[in-house]
């Protein structure tokens, strides 16, 4: 709730709407309270007094009537009318469209051709025509702006709930043994609230309008009675003689439905959920850069990830995901790097081409350099060149990055003509010759299905296949076989190797799987919280891990064949990394720690390319 109001005020036309409707909400509260003068009570003598004037600060009309004693009863009056036939209309319309919607089929056909039948009355006609059946009247006038609005809501709520109603969570419920109206309290309606909610904030002021319409037309309040509507039709034969008569009211109608519509745009935007968690900001096309320190001089590997850091800039909260990076790979070469969940393994991967998400994150210092040059600020349109075409990415889950709607030959031709100008049919051909690349059978009939028409790892090779497309120098695969089982692993892990003998490709690859880095990669780096705590050789830092935290992590790993041994588990958790203690972040984890550890900065200290970032380390190196 504190959330929403505080997204809702950062809106400031919003801000200005509430603020607005409260003053006149709170005014027409305690208008029976405030001493003014009957707002019905006729003194001929004193008609059409100025503003101003003594005893009426806003004049009198044309029956010497007191205008800001009938403006507040009114506008009490008025708000009351259009508020209730909002309630009103809300609850049935969306009642309405819920039963249809949830129940469907024939329930669904009956009522909403009922519907439709009301929709294809013009709008006010239909008031009209109720209010000429039930007689004039401020209640008859507020039946027929509810019934005409019922229809809106139940063909809003209906399409929301028949999306909802085959969901999986309503059958799950259904299978619990739910009966229908529970299923409809407290599955569906807590899902087509908020929608309810924006409708009726949306349209509150239109019924406001509308009621003012009728008895405008005097079909609503009858004399004297005041509200807003009639106060402007009593006030028309004085418009061009008395303009204030009329200018009140209408001043205070024009007020009355800006602040409610700006106000429910407000809320419209603060509800949606999409809208809030990017907090209507769209990530920027590159990471932004903001870097204080001095850039690292250029090395002649193919890509040096040099003295990294990424934070990320939530409110006044600094993350720090990456910490002061350094990792480099040269042609051919396979570099794994390997971390528990959440230490700063994919942010650093999707630094490299700029991929993190800002805002909120920012590239505050270090470099990356492919072939010598600096991609770290480098011009949007640069980065996009080399972003697929140079250095290409494999992800976990290649279901969420692919088009559902597309065939896979078509998106892997785009992935190929994005880059190179090559014709439809080569690029077609190009796709079949992937798709047999990475060994996924009958590709020339396969190049034409969906995704969803796929396994799991056919699906990666595709995703395999799309990051080899352009042929790229360099693969960053960020856990790429996580999501599937040993035996296509295995197959994937091998197509990798042999690419990278073949073709020369340099290989990052990222995991948390010490058994995969054993098969695949000729050195490893250990990251925890955001930065490299021991590096080196696979062989050397397998057979004889010297810190602590590799040396756990290698025994979380079960031996098939090894006899029986007991697994451990590391306690405790990996650090947040808004707040990094000084030190060794692994210290209050580690059972080697000592007071030292926490004392300052611990540096990376080794014989390259072996390093370790420990003062206590299990092994020298
Ligand atoms: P992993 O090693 O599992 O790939 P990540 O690189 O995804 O870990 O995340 C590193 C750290 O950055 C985590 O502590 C995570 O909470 C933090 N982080 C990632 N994305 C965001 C974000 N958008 N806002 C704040 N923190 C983030
Ligand atoms: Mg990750």
């Known amino acids: 709730m504190r959330a929403f109001l505080k997204l809702l005020f950062r809106n400031g036309l919003a801000a ?28 001929t003598a004193d008609r059409f007094q100025k503003p101003f004037s003594e005893g009426h600060p ?67 006609l239909l008031a009209l025509a109720i209010v000429a059946a039930l007689g004039p009247g401020l209640m008859n006038a507020l039946i027929a702006v509810a019934a005409v609005n019922v229809p809106f809501f139940a063909r809003n709520i209906r399409g929301i709930t028949v999306g909802l109603a085959g969901r999986e969570f309503i059958d799950a419920a259904r299978l619990a043994g739910m009966g229908h109206t529970r299923i409809i309290l407290t599955e569906l309606l807590p899902n087509v609230l908020p929608v309810i909610i924006i409708a009726m904030s949306t349209t509150v002021g239109w019924m406001i309008l509308e009621t003012a319409g009728l008895s405008f037309l005097g079909l609503g309040s009858q004399p004297p009675q005041a509200d807003l509507g009639s106060m402007l039709g009593e006030a028309r034969s004085a418009l061009i003689s008395h303009p204030h008569t009329s200018v009140v009211p209408g001043i205070m109608i024009f007020l009355i439905v800006m602040s409610i519509n700006l106000l429910g745009d407000g809320v419209r935007d603060a509800l949606d959920p999409r809208l809030r968690s990017g907090a209507l900001s769209r990530a920027s096309a590159t ?23 990424t934070q990320f800039h939530v409110g006044k909260r600094n993350y720090r995901a990456v910490g002061g990076v350094s990792l480099a790979v040269k042609p051919g070469e396979c570099l794994g790097v390997i971390g528990e969940s959440g230490s700063g393994k994919s942010v650093t991967a999707l630094s490299v081409m700029g991929l993190v998400a800002s805002p909120p994150g920012v590239i505050t210092g270090g470099a990356v350099r492919f072939q010598g040059e600096d991609l770290i600020g480098t011009p949007y349109e640069t980065l996009r060149q080399k972003r697929g075409d140079r250095v290409a990415y494999i992800f976990q889950d290649p279901l969420s990055t692919m088009h559902p709607l597309y065939r896979v030959g078509q998106q892997l031709a785009e992935a190929i003509r994005s880059h190179h100008r090559i014709s439809k049919v080569d690029a077609r051909a190009r796709a079949i010759q992937l798709l047999k690349d990475v060994r996924i059978p009958n590709a020339e009939s396969r190049v034409d299905n969906f995704p969803h028409e796929m396994s799991g790892g056919m699906r990666q090779r595709v995703g395999i296949a799309m990051a080899l497309a352009n042929e790229p120098e360099v693969i960053i695969a960020d856990e790429p076989t996580t999501a599937l089982d040993v035996t296509v692993q295995a197959q994937i892990l091998s197509l990798l190797d042999d690419l990278r003998r073949d073709r020369g490709l340099a290989i990052i690859f990222i995991t948390h799987d010490f058994g995969v880095v054993a098969q695949l990669c000729d050195r490893v780096a250990v990251m925890y919280a955001g930065r490299i705590v021991e590096e080196g050789p696979t062989q050397a830092v397998l057979g004889a891990p010297a810190h602590p935290y590799t040396k756990r992590l290698i025994a979380c790993v079960p031996e098939l064949g090894g006899g029986r041994r007991e697994l451990a588990a590391i306690p405790g958790l990996p650090p947040v990394v808004d707040d990094l203690p000084p030190g060794c972040a692994f210290a209050t984890r580690c059972d080697k720690a000592q007071e030292a550890c926490q004392a300052g900065d611990v540096a990376l200290k080794g014989a390259a390319p072996r390093a370790v970032r420990c003062l206590y380390p299990e092994e020298a190196v």
């Open 16 to 43: 200005m709407g509430a603020v607005v409707l409260a003053a006149i909400l709170i005014l027409v509260l305690i208008t029976p309270l405030l001493p003014l003068q009957n707002p019905d009570s006729t003194a």
């Open 287 to 309: 990471t932004l850069v903001d870097r204080k320190s001095d850039i690292p001089a250029a090395t002649d590997d193919l890509l040096a990830i040099q003295e990294l850091e």
């Open 58 to 124: 806003l004049g009198t009309d044309h029956l010497g009537r007191d205008l800001l004693s009938r403006l507040l009863h009114g506008t009490r009056l008025s708000l009351a009318v259009g508020i209730a036939a909002a309630l009103i209309a809300a609850t049935i319309g969306s009642a309405i469209g819920i039963i249809a919607g949830y129940f469907g089929g024939r329930t669904d056909n009956i009522i909403m051709r009922g519907v439709d039948m009301l929709m294809a009355f013009p709008y006010i």
